[in-house]
T-cell receptor
Framework: EAGVAQSPRYKIIEKRQSVAFWCNPI?????LYWYQQILGQGPKLLIQ????????DSQLPKDRFSAERLKGVDSTLKIQPAKLEDSAVYLC???????????????FGPGTRLLVL | AQKITQTQPGMFVQEKEAVTLDCTYD???????LFWYKQPSSGEMIFLIY??????QNATEGRYSLNFQKARKSANLVISASQLGDSAMYFC?????????????FGSGTRLSIRP
């Protein structure tokens, strides 16, 4: 079974530029998550999709971040314009269900490391 | 407030020794799940072990066990017979609530280094 795929793996941009990250979840997984992991911290949820609908985007800085999952499969996270503090690893994860048990496991991709100069 | 605290930023352990990684949590929800993830240098988070708040017994998965002390709100990870491949960041996490619709909250992690 293929895991969660993310691209690019690394990205360096200058502040005020825009950037986009792509994620393809495990086949059949209804729920997709985007996390931001700043150096020295644990991941923080940015947005959670179930199929192509948003379940939780309470921690997404909507003035500059946007995300979509139009066909309920792969997803794109965009930052426009980027700030220095957006330097982080952006992790995508997927799980089979939303509304399943507490034990429902999230499977993570390798992440995209973003450096904003 | 929902919070996970990991007080050990880094630990060094000799190969083949057992190691305990500390984790305390704070929640007012009576129902919650506790997780441990491993993050090697490659970057992806790998699920290790799960403990439910109503589980009577401590969870075990191979060399991993979770020392769950509900009254103390602690959920320490014990790795027996450590191996060089165990060197990584380890994150404790909590999902409060009753279903997987609740978001997972992560601690700040502990970097474990295994000495040969």
């Amino acid at each position: 079974e293929a895991g969660v795929a993310q691209s690019p793996r690394y990205k360096i941009i200058e502040k005020r530029q825009s950037v986009a990250f792509w994620c393809n979840p495990i086949s059949g997984h209804a729920t997709l998550y985007w996390y931001q992991q700043i150096l020295g911290q644990g991941p923080k949820l940015l947005i959670q999709f179930q199929n192509n609908g948003v379940v939780d985007d309470s921690q997404l800085p909507k003035d500059r971040f946007s995300a979509e999952r139009l066909k309920g499969v792969d997803s794109t996270l965009k930052i426009q314009p980027a700030k220095l503090e957006d330097s982080a690893v952006y992790l995508c994860a997927s799980s089979f269900l939303t509304g399943g048990t507490l034990q429902e496991t999230q499977y993570f991709g390798p992440g995209t490391r973003l450096l904003v100069l | 407030a929902q919070k996970i605290t990991q007080t050990q930023p880094g630990m060094f352990v000799q190969e083949k020794e057992a190691v305990t990684l500390d984790c305390t949590y704070d929640t007012s929800d009576p129902s919650y799940g506790l997780f441990w993830y491993k993050q090697p240098s490659s970057g992806e988070m790998i699920f290790l072990i799960y403990q439910g708040s109503y589980d009577q017994q401590n969870a075990t998965e191979g060399r991993y066990s979770l020392n769950f002390q509900k009254a103390r709100k602690s959920a320490n990870l014990v790795i027996s017979a450590s191996q060089l491949g165990d060197s990584a960041m380890y994150f404790c996490a909590m999902r409060p609530g009753y279903s997987s619709a609740s978001k997972i909250i992560f601690g700040s992690g502990t970097r474990l280094s295994i000495r040969p």
